[in-house]
């Protein structure tokens, strides 16, 4: 069973199509990129995956349950990453793990038990009581990665995980991305323009534009078919008619 299958999938807002009649499977434990420029439609198929926005038509499906026949069942098999901060800077690390454990009906011995191993993956247990106003912007978003797993999804999403972080903040969230692949066996669903990162991260990509399929495979794969020599840049351009953007230097 794939971990993700859409179906001619649609999506509409008045007279703009956000996403265009798309089909595409992720397989399980995997990372899969769905890349673009800005406008491209990711950040509305990602609500549409996890069922903070409903299709015009078309289905999907997400760890074996229809995105709006099931939503409650995709919920409860799902971890999402908002672009958006989630995670309150008034609270400790440990109090935002606390209020998402409490939402995800964790309670008991459990409860306490998943929240030092969430900190600990995302190497936050030494801060887990300092107030999340003090961390940097890495490490909240280490922290939403670690709010995310509190309830052991099988499918995680990350929308732009490393929007604005500088170089050093960006590698340890591919860390622990990596780390969570490979630990868990989670199938890891992520938005980026940065081809940097979908090279480092993604077994799998997708190219969306104007709301489009634009292309699906293996970088590598697609990459060689394109041009001998080369990469996912080059790729962008070719299928958007503008270059990606660029992260700050690494």
Known sequence: MNAIDVSHLRKRFGAVTAVDDVSFTV??????G????????KSTMI?????????TSG????AGFDVRRNALEVRRRIGYVPQQQSADPDLSGYENLLVFARLYGIGGAQQRQRILEALELMDLGDARHRLVRHYSGGMIRRLEI?????NDPEV????????GLDPLARHMVWDRVAKLRRTYETTIFLTTHY???AETLCDIVAFLHQGCLKAYGKPAELT?????GADLDDLFIALTGRPAAKSVAS
Do not use: C, H, W
């Open 156 to 163: 995680l999403f990350m929308d732009e995980p490393t929007l």
């Open 27 to 32: 397989p399980q434990g995997i990372v899969f």
């Open 224 to 228: 060689a078919q394109y041009r001998p």
């Open 34 to 41: 769905l890349l673009g420029p800005n406008g491209a439609g």
């Open 146 to 150: 670690a709010q995310s797993m509190l």
């Open 59 to 62: 289905s999907a499906q997400v």
């Open 195 to 197: 081809m940097d990162e």
């Open 47 to 55: 609500k549409i995956l996890t069922t903070l926005a409903q299709p």
